[in-house]
């Protein structure tokens, strides 16, 4: 009898151990929805990182998202997200297992999900991403259409395509990402840049010969690798990231232009400003795997020596503009490794309009009179850079070539992307940049552009 009441003792006392031993859980303080026009995205703010598991279910549509040892800071009552795709939320807490959060659907969806670790005025978050299928269709036809309308430019080099200048219009942040947040009325940067875009975009609209292209039009956050392959994928002829600029202190004012710099900043302060502006995708959410470190080493192995200097002509012409305007931080464009600005084929420029720091800026950066100058500014640069550059309207192939004609390689039995690197005497990231690969599979047959050799300028 003593005995199996000392058992019993032992193993209550090792139960509580291990009770004591799991971590605390995690509570689920927040969600958000954004809808981008092809994804709607949820975040949860939880308190610590997290286990969790997605599945899918039919009849009716839905995908349910358990988290481990997870539990809700307060009790959440079901919600309608609104939107082309989300319908209703639900969120269970069980007595014991993991939290379930039942997202309905409204149509197909592919579903990812990742975490981010804290960044900005965030902690941990949990994202899920429910991209339409209908998106990801068009998405993946792109592509073939992009083969099929350089073959034509190929076939007629000595005659290029008459077509309409594309500028591409990159409000800065959104979504997630709020941006610089102003001193007096708490005014977001994501808010200013996009209205100065869509402002921008109307006059390129308004002008024939030009046609705009904007990279955010809503509040969702794209990726900036992302944001500079839109351009790329859209052959824009010119890249305009829009910012309003924030530093300690109130002090500091009026617009700067920035363009990419590979040897290093300018100067530290340049260098600042891209540190902050590259923040960007971990506060606004890109999983790991949306990157990678190719663009690094296509970088170097592309002579784009050519687009940088095109991008300081652009950011010129932008900037003595933009002194009519009002008054410019800095006389001459600032360079630093921005990371939306690593197009290797169109000229690029980050514009900082003014610093939503100061008190006087922010509450004119908040006027739409205000936001108009800003974005006639920008465009009476953009088209008079347009009008001297003399650059031949572009395939960007071409354009990263120099003046070679695009090659061709049809893929054969046996060959690896390696062998066809060596054969060409070219870097195999840049093959599989210029190609647009994601991964090693090379089907017998594929057609490849093969980029100029290098070391001719
Ligand atoms: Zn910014």
Redesign the pocket.
């Known amino acids: 009898m003593k005995s199996a009441a000392r058992r019993l003792g032992l193993s209550l006392l090792l139960l509580v151990g291990s009770a004591a031993a799991a971590a605390e859980p995690v509570t689920v303080q927040q969600m958000r929805v954004w809808r981008a026009p092809d994804h709607t995205r949820i975040v949860f703010d939880v308190s610590g990182p997290l286990e969790h598991r997605l599945f899918m279910l039919q009849d009716p549509n839905r995908i349910v998202v358990d988290m481990d040892n997870a539990r809700l800071q307060q009790s959440m009552s079901d919600m309608d997200a609104g939107g082309p795709l989300l319908g209703t939320v639900r969120v269970g807490q069980p007595e014991s297992g993991p939290l379930r959060v039942v997202l309905g659907l409204k149509a197909d969806a592919r579903p990812r999900s990742f975490m981010l670790k804290p960044a900005g005025p965030y902690g941990h978050r949990l994202v899920i991403d429910l991209y339409d299928t209908k998106a990801t269709e068009q998405e993946n036809a792109r592509p073939e259409e992009d083969a099929i309308s350089s073959t034509m430019m190929r076939m007629s080099p000595a005659k290029p395509v008459v077509r309409d200048r594309i500028v591409a219009i990159d409000a800065?942040?959104g979504g997630e990402d709020p941006?610089?947040l102003g001193r007096r009325y708490r005014t977001r940067?994501k808010d200013v840049t996009l209205a100065i875009a869509r402002e921008l975009a109307r006059l390129v609209a308004d002008t024939p010969g030009m046609r705009p292209l904007l990279i955010r039009d809503g509040d969702y956050y794209v990726g900036l690798r992302q944001r500079f392959q839109t351009a790329r994928r859209q052959r824009a002829d010119v890249f305009v990231s829009i910012?309003?600029?924030a530093v300690p202190g109130r002090r500091a004012f009026g617009s700067s232009v920035y363009a990419l710099s590979e040897k290093g900043a300018s100067n530290a302060m340049a260098r600042l400003l891209a540190d902050k502006?590259n923040a960007s995708d971990l506060i606004g959410g890109v999983s790991l795997s949306d990157k990678d470190d190719m663009l690094a080493h296509v970088l170097l192995d592309l002579s784009h020596n050519k687009t940088m200097q095109d991008s300081v002509s652009l950011g010129d012409d932008i900037l003595a503009e933009l002194q009519r305007v009002g008054p410019v931080h800095m006389r001459r464009v600032a360079q630093a490794g921005f990371a939306v600005l690593k197009s290797p084929d169109i000229p690029s420029v980050l514009v900082e309009t003014a610093f939503i720091s100061n008190p006087s800026e922010e509450k004119k950066l908040r006027t739409p009179a205000f936001q108009r100058q800003l974005a006639a500014g920008l465009f009476r640069g953009i088209k008079s850079h347009l009008a001297h550059a003399v650059t031949v309207p572009s395939v960007p192939i071409q354009a990263i070539q120099g003046t070679e004609p695009a090659r061709e390689h049809v893929v054969r039995r046996g060959e690896t992307l390696a062998s066809i690197a060596r054969q060409h005497n070219i870097h195999v990231d840049a093959l599989r940049f210029l190609n647009d690969l994601r991964d090693n599979d090379l089907p017998v047959g594929l057609k490849l552009r093969i980029p100029a050799k290098q070391g001719d300028g």
Do not use: V
């Open positions: 800065g942040h941006g610089a940067e910012h309003a600029d502006e």
